[in-house]
């Protein structure tokens, strides 16, 4: 018999805890699984003489975790996410329909996917594809999603890792724009910044310019510092990852060659235990491989930009 049966007294038990330990309070993990508050705090105290060690510090109307505690929760609810992935998956499979949730950011939503998404459901019809979208700096867990993008300076535990490209940023404007500035980029210029997450000042922006008077443009959310470089109101700065699509096409052209390429590798991540399904490796491995066709066109037509080749940089 393994262990777990021996100091588990139900599977209801660790349901219980994990509502509990979520919600941290008693009452509110009552309401969730439809039984009375006695039940769960009977639940909860039979479960720690059990195991032989308090799960929860008692105060007032919440409770919090102990060590022991956070440890069980940890491990519980990395199961109940799997079980719950599960459960949609085989509902999903029923329906004739296979869902993959990536974690990425508006812009790449907004500028690489979406005009992608016809070619993207030409190659997976069944397949519907849900987003956990970021304004700002891509960051954060990917435990409740398939895979996410992430920008990485090395390999990080718990986490497979798909390197994409490295980090490249160029400056960018739309034709008319440069056309406007006669192709000479200099004092004048209008900056359209990202309030957080840039690694360069957009002092690197441009060569030999007195930006101190410049009249910038400040936005939280890197999908609409795309979006105003697309409309002709300036200079910023574009990560190939997400720009890619629009540089290739024309709707967006180097303002100057002074393109930065950071120590961070673009990668697409996943929690490490996570099942792989054949769908989702399938998903992503065909984003990998339209990213990187963007890179090397990018690369291949504008060679003075010096953008290394794939493969030089990978963690």
Same mark, same amino acid.
């Given at each position: 018999m393994r262990k777990i049966r021996r100091q588990i007294p139900s599977m209801n038990a660790l349901f219980a805890f994990e509502?509990?330990?979520?919600?941290?309070?008693? &009452?509110? /993990?009552?309401?969730e699984l439809n039984v009375t508050p006695a039940a769960v705090s009977r639940m909860m105290q039979r479960l720690e003489e059990n195991l032989g060690t308090a799960l929860f510090h008692r105060a007032g109307a919440g409770v919090t975790l102990s060590e022991?505690?956070?440890?069980?929760?940890?491990?519980?609810?990395?199961?109940?996410?799997?079980?719950?992935?599960?459960?949609?998956?085989?509902?999903?499979?029923?329906?004739?329909?296979?869902?993959?949730?990536?974690?990425?950011?508006t812009a790449f939503t907004t500028h690489w996917l979406m005009p992608r998404m016809m070619k993207f459901k030409a190659a997976f019809p069944s397949v519907d594809l849900r987003f956990q979208l970021l304004m700002g700096p891509l960051s954060g867990s990917v435990d409740d999603v398939d895979f996410g993008m992430r920008f990485l300076r090395a390999r990080e535990p718990r986490l497979r890792v798909f390197p994409i490209?490295?980090?490249?940023?160029?400056?960018?404007? &739309?034709? /008319?724009?440069?056309?406007?500035r006669d192709g000479k980029v200099g004092d004048g210029e209008t900056l359209i910044k990202l309030s957080e997450g840039e690694p360069y000042s957009p002092h690197d922006l441009v060569s030999g310019s007195d930006l101190i008077a410049a009249n910038p443009l400040i936005f939280a959310d890197y999908a609409i510092v795309v979006q105003a470089a697309l409309l002709g109101q300036g200079i910023a700065w574009g990560w190939l990852s997400v720009v890619g699509h629009w540089m290739r096409h024309g709707d967006l052209v180097p303002a100057n060659m002074r393109r930065q390429i950071t120590p961070r590798q673009c990668c697409f991540v996943q929690t490490e235990g996570k099942p792989l399904r054949p769908v989702v490796e399938q998903v992503r491995d065909w984003i990998i491989t339209e990213l990187r066709s963007d890179y090397a066109e990018v690369r291949r037509m504008f060679p003075a930009l010096e953008i290394p080749e794939l493969g030089d940089n990978v963690l």
């Open positions: 509502a509990a330990g979520r919600l941290r309070n008693f &009452s509110r /993990a009552s309401e022991s505690g956070r440890l069980l929760f940890d491990a519980t609810s990395r199961a109940v996410t799997q079980i719950e992935a599960a459960l949609i998956e085989i509902e999903d499979r029923s329906l004739g329909v296979d869902t993959v949730t990536i974690s990425v950011s490209m490295p980090e490249v940023l160029i400056p960018i404007c &739309s034709p /008319a724009y440069r056309k406007m």
